[in-house]
C-alpha cells in the first residue's frame, strides 16, 4: 500500500496557537498524537510519500521520530525540512530524497511537489473512461488564504473550455489535491482517500456557498 501526507511539522510547537491552530496543549502531545494516527495505519512494508515539511526537530529529535515511523518513507523535501541538510540526520531511513517525481500509483500518474503546481505534466491525461489520468499532489499551504486562492483557480480552471485534437469540445482537467495533514486527522492517506476527502471538501465548500448566496436574496 501507497499513502501519501503533507505538513506534519513534527516538534513546530507554534502551530498549535498560529496558523494552523491545532490546539494540542504541547509539541509533545502533538507529536505524540501524530505518530499514533502515523502507526495506527501504516504497516512494516506499507510506502508513504511525505510531500514536505515532515520535521521541524533538530537532527536528533528527527533521528529519534524516524525511528518510531513505520513503513518504508520517501521524502518530498519542505521548505521547512532543514534537518536534510545537517550531517548528523538519518537520511539514509528515506529511500529517497527529492524536489520533485512522477510517480504512477494504480495506472494513474501522480505528481509531487511541496509547492503547488498549477500547470503540471500530464494535467490534460484522461482515461478511456474520461476519468482523471493524472494527480497534482502538495502541500505548501495548510489550511490558509493561499489554499483558498488555489481551489479557486481549480475551479476557474475546471470550468473553463477548450476544443481538443480531435475537435471535441471539452472543460480542462484540473486534480490537484492538498494533502494536508489536518485534512486527513494526520493519518497518511492512498491516492483514493485523497481524492475521496478532496471531492467531499469541494462539495461542501459549494454547500456553503449556497447558503451564503441564499442569505443574501
Known amino acids: 500500500m501507497r499513502y501519501y501526507i503533507a505538513d506534519l511539522h513534527f516538534f513546530h510547537g507554534a502551530l498549535n496557537d498560529k496558523m494552523d491552530r491545532r490546539g494540542f496543549a504541547s509539541v509533545e502531545e502533538m507529536n505524540e498524537y501524530m505518530i499514533g494516527k502515523w502507526n495506527k495505519k501504516v504497516r512494516k512494508n506499507d510506502d508513504v510519500v511525505i510531500v ?111 476544443t481538443d485534437a480531435e475537435g471535441k469540445r471539452r472543460r480542462i482537467p484540473c486534480n490537484m489535491i492538498n494533502c494536508f495533514c489536518g485534512y486527513s486527522d494526520y493519518e497518511p492517506f492512498t491516492l483514493d482517500e485523497w481524492i475521496a476527502r478532496d471531492r467531499k471538501r469541494s462539495a461542501e465548500r459549494m454547500t456553503e456557498r449556497e447558503k451564503q448566496t441564499d442569505s443574501t436574496d
Open 52 to 162: 514536505g515539511d515532515l520535521s521541524f526537530g533538530s537532527a536528533e529529535e528527527t533521528n529519534a521520530l524516524l525511528g518510531q515511523l513505520k513503513g518504508k518513507l520517501y521524502l518530498i523535501c519542505g521548505n521547512h525540512d532543514r534537518f536534510v541538510n545537517n550531517k548528523d540526520a538519518d537520511i539514509g531511513r528515506f529511500k529517497w530524497i527529492k524536489h520533485y517525481a512522477e510517480l504512477s500509483d494504480n495506472r494513474r500518474k501522480v505528481i509531487l511537489c511541496h509547492y503547488p503546481i498549477m500547470c503540471y505534466n500530464g494535467q490534460y491525461r484522461v482515461d478511456e473512461k474520461g476519468e482523471p489520468g493524472t494527480y497534482m499532489l502538495y502541500g505548501h499551504v495548510h489550511d490558509t488564504k493561499d489554499a483558498r486562492l488555489i481551489e479557486r483557480f481549480q475551479e476557474i480552471t475546471r470550468n473553463t473550455w477548450i
